[in-house]
């Protein structure tokens, strides 16, 4: 099993640099006096600072609203493997589009390239504990790397590792001793001045890490090697790219978005849309660029170019008549 021990640098997906999330609407609601709040993280995560002893770790904390709320987390994802967990009340959650309420002892696990929401729109009143650990990896293909100071052993690290990415089963119903390890976490958090409880964090995680590996092997587990395909990262990159039509997108720049090469980039490309990427890219900014002319009758023929990522209006014009045997004009026209 490999070990990370190196510092989590910013990464690079669907064509934007990312940093972690800031959380900005919780930070808005404690600073209201919403709710009590208190974390341990690093990057660009609210909370206390945390330090060189526990690098891989990129948030842990817990918010604690106990009246009505105005606010939600929206659709976002994380740069590492996230465990929510729900110690009172309720609380609106969705996940891949899952909507669901959790309930007390629920315990949600949530990879790096899976987006998830909390709040339907704004958040129950609850405790809300959660644990974000870097593996190095931002596609279901890429091999994780856990911190150095995770402490199973090599088996049942693999064991762990492969429950977690072998299957889609993101909500759990966990026991008392997985909720007393939370309990321990808060007033670990609590308690934390510079890094001084770095040792007890530490070891509550790799106890829940136990605890997990632990309930998921009581449980009827069904493993899929596919959900770790290549094709699978080239898939999420693909239903990804609508939202980033403008960028300068080149078929090497959508393999290393996708985390592959660009020949098996190239080649799920043609399997699953049966167009090669480029094709693909340029249908999909002409849909685009077609919703835009019908919706939007007060921006120019220019600004629709641009907008859905072609280079000047006269190629836009050019693509677009090749396709739709008309002019864009013609087209906003005819609609």
């Not at 208190?38 to 817990?62: C, M």
């Not at 492969?162 to 939370?182: A, G, H, M, P």
């Not at 280079?311 to 008309?326: D, G, I, L, N, W």
Request: charged content about 25%; hydrophobic content about 35%; some cysteine.
């Amino acid at each position: 099993m490999k070990i990370n021990t190196q510092k989590i640098q910013p990464y690079q997906a669907d064509g934007v640099v990312y940093h972690a999330d800031t959380c900005l609407p919780l930070m808005d609601a404690y600073n209201r006096k919403k709710l009590k709040f208190k974390a341990l993280a690093r990057h660009t995560y609210p909370g206390d600072r945390l330090d060189e002893n526990t690098i891989g770790l990129n948030s842990i904390g817990y918010w604690d609203a106990n009246e009505p709320q105005d606010w939600g987390l929206d659709w976002h994802r994380n740069e590492g493997i996230e465990f929510h967990f729900l110690e009172s009340g309720s609380m609106p959650y969705a996940q891949e589009n899952k909507e669901v309420v959790l309930l007390p002892n629920h315990l949600t696990i949530t990879r790096p390239w899976e987006a998830h929401k909390v709040g339907n729109p704004h958040i129950g009143m609850g405790k809300f504990y959660w644990v974000i650990i870097d593996l190095g990896v931002r596609r279901p293909h890429q091999d994780w790397v856990w911190p150095d100071w995770i402490t199973l052993t090599p088996k049942d690290l693999v064991r762990l590792t492969t429950i977690l990415r072998q299957n889609e089963k993101s909500i759990w119903k966990t026991d008392q001793r997985v909720r007393d390890c939370f309990l321990r976490i808060g007033k670990a958090i609590n308690t934390d001045e510079k890094g001084s409880n770095a040792s007890r964090i530490r070891l509550l995680i790799n106890y829940l890490l136990i605890l997990l590996l632990d309930l998921m092997n009581t449980r009827d587990i069904v493993l899929n090697e596919s959900l770790t395909d290549s094709s699978r990262s080239v898939q999420y990159f693909l239903n990804e790219l609508e939202k980033s039509l403008s960028e300068n997108w080149s078929i090497e720049l959508m393999a290393k978005s996708a985390g592959v090469g660009v020949t098996r980039f190239t080649h799920y490309c043609k399997r699953l849309t049966n167009l090669t990427p480029m094709r693909y890219l340029t249908l999909k900014r002409l849909e685009l660029s077609k919703n835009m002319l019908r919706e939007n009758k007060n921006l120019t023929i220019t600004e629709i170019a641009y907008s859905c990522g072609f280079a000047t209006s006269q190629y836009f014009a050019t693509v677009f008549k090749k396709h739709e045997k008309c002019s864009p004009n013609e087209y906003r026209r005819k609609y």
